[in-house]
């Protein structure tokens, strides 16, 4: 009998569990094993799934619990768009190429030809406003004048947590501790500067450290490391109004011309599609992003550079606007997202896909100064999206978009 086939008897047996299998076996060995085992109890056939390009040691415990194998999604790349170009103090400057990784059919193209409009007009400025990576943990206390208490010390000794906390990570930078008092109950929003790292895990152990203190200091107790008020991976106004991870900005102005010759239509459309569409019609339902569809540059951009899929939330945390200038002229258009979580170290940045598609964008590891590259990359991404945006837009205003879909096969 194989190593494989005793294993997958122990664990129909009882004797293991799935999650313990690289205890007793490689983790390539345990991929396997389970891969086996889930073929058996299905009947699903992983011939795919099992051949993969990275390597499983480098993966599990980081990346995976109970490996299987692989998932692969198509990837395309849209550009090159044109940033900076004419103003240099951003983060990125010149012509960058951005690798998409998408299921949905028409996007890349989409997104592609905004980016050709962005390319026409000159280039786009963009810029990262804000960096502040946040967690938020949430304390007990027996009344409100605790909870006074509690939030005055908060204020008072923002650079003791910082020393607290920065003692945590060689990179971290604590920004701001702002206490938030309900009642019985203290939030206290930490936002870091987590330079190339996404940082959520350096914000968690850094926030640990100071809730500690916190709790040393005051009569507040701690309930959990997160109240939610970060807010991670959901829908917040905190984050729209007060940023979370990057908050990046990009515009652009296209002539007329390059509005007719490029999109289709003219300014006039675009601009009257965007209010009704994407300020009214958001306001209307009540939306926390007012814009076209700028999740879906973000999401193919996480997927394909090994960001947090999930951050894709806040990624879409996002307003769009467009004015018609110069007598007709021209038009202006900008895209400005509150939360981009990206970073170019750690998570699935390191797997080898995704260092590939860092390093087609040229922000792989750590940028000089550090937090340069993981700024560059949401300049990139919040510059392509403004392209999508840009598309999307003029696609409805020349009623394009049901043709365009129809033949690129969504």
Known sequence: MSDVDDLAERVEEGELRLHELEAHADEAT?????????????????????????????????NIENLVGGAQVPMGVVGPVRINADDPDGAVSGDKYLPMATTEGALVASVNRGCAAIRAGGGATA?????????????????????????????EHTDDL??????????????????????????????????????????????????????????????ALSGNLCSDKKPAAVNAVNGRGRTVSADVTLSRETVADVLKTTPEAIAEANTRKNLVGSAKAGSLGFNA?????????????????????????????????????TLYASLTIASLEVGTVGGGTKLPTQAEALDV????????????????????????????ELSLLGALASSHLASAHEELGR
């Not at 810029?127 to 908060?154: S, Y």
Request: charged share 20%.
């Open 293 to 329: 569809h700028a999740a879906n540059t973000v999401a193919a951009a996480f997927l394909a550079t090994g960001q947090d899929i999930a951050q894709v939330v806040e990624g879409a945390n996002a307003i769009t606007t467009v004015d018609v200038r110069d007598g007709g002229d």
């Open 361 to 388: 964008v040229g922000v792989r590891g750590g940028g000089s100064p550090p937090g340069a590259n993981a700024d560059a990359l949401a300049e990139v991404i919040t510059t392509a999206a403004l392209g999508g």
């Open 162 to 223: 910082a020393g607290t906390a920065e003692a945590t990570t060689s990179h971290g930078e604590l920004r701001e501790a702002t206490p938030y008092v309900v009642g019985d109950s203290v939030f206290v929003r930490f936002a870091y500067d987590t330079k190339d790292a996404m940082g959520m895990n350096m914000a968690t152990i850094a926030t640990q450290e100071a809730a500690e203190h916190i709790e040393a200091e005051t009569p507040a107790e701690l309930v």
């Open 30 to 62: 345990a991929a396997e094993v389970r891969r086996l085992l889930v073929e058996r109890r299905t009947g699903a056939a992983l011939d795919t799934v099992g051949d993969y390009a990275f390597a499983p040691e480098d993966a599990v415990g980081s």
């Open 127 to 155: 810029r990262v406003l804000k960096n502040a990576m946040t967690r938020a943990p949430v304390f007990r206390v027996a009344d409100v004048g605790e909870a006074a208490e509690t939030a005055a010390w908060v204020r």
